[in-house]
Nanobody, 125 residues
Framework: VQLQASGGGSVQAGGFLRLACAASGFTLDRPAVGWFRQAPGNEREWVSCLSTNNDITHYPDFVKGRFTISSDKATSTVYLEMNDLTPEDTAVYYC???????????????????WGQGTLVTVSS
C-alpha cells in the first residue's frame, strides 16, 4: 500500500487548493480513505474521510462546508478540495487509509495504518 500526496502550496486567506493522493497497492472500492493534518506544535487531526464503497463522508465542524473529499476510482486518486482557506488551515496534510476499515467514521476516529508523506499547505492573512 502506497499513498503519494501532492498539491500543497502557499495561498492567501480565502483562497482555494486541491490536494491529490495517488493510491497504489489496493483498489479504491472498499477501504476508507481520509485526509489528516498536523500544524506545528499540534497533534495530528482528521479533516475528512470517505467510505469508498458507498461514498459516505465525514468532516469535523471546522472544515464542514469548506472542504470536500472525493475519489476517482479510474485513476486511484483521492482528492481534497479546500475552499475559503484561513491561516488556521496551515499544516502538513496527509492522506491515509487502513485496509481494516471500510467505514469513513471508523477511519477518522482511529489511527490509520498507512500514510502518505504529507504535503504542506500555508495560508497567509
Amino acid at each position: 500500500v502506497q499513498l503519494q500526496a501532492s498539491g500543497g502550496g502557499s495561498v492567501q486567506a480565502g483562497g482555494f487548493l486541491r490536494l491529490a493522493c495517488a493510491a497504489s497497492g489496493f483498489t479504491l472500492d472498499r477501504p476508507a480513505v481520509g485526509w489528516f493534518r498536523q500544524a506545528p506544535g499540534n497533534e495530528r487531526e482528521w479533516v475528512s474521510c470517505l467510505s469508498t464503497n458507498n461514498d459516505i463522508t465525514h468532516y469535523p465542524d471546522f472544515v464542514k462546508g469548506r472542504f470536500t473529499i472525493s475519489s476517482d476510482k479510474a485513476t486511484s486518486t483521492v482528492y481534497l478540495e479546500m475552499n475559503d482557506l484561513t491561516p488556521e488551515d496551515t499544516a502538513v496534510y496527509y492522506c491515509a487509509t487502513d485496509l481494516g476499515h471500510s467505514s469513513s467514521y471508523a477511519l477518522c476516529h482511529s489511527r490509520p495504518t498507512n500514510w502518505g508523506q504529507g504535503t504542506l499547505v500555508t495560508v497567509s492573512s
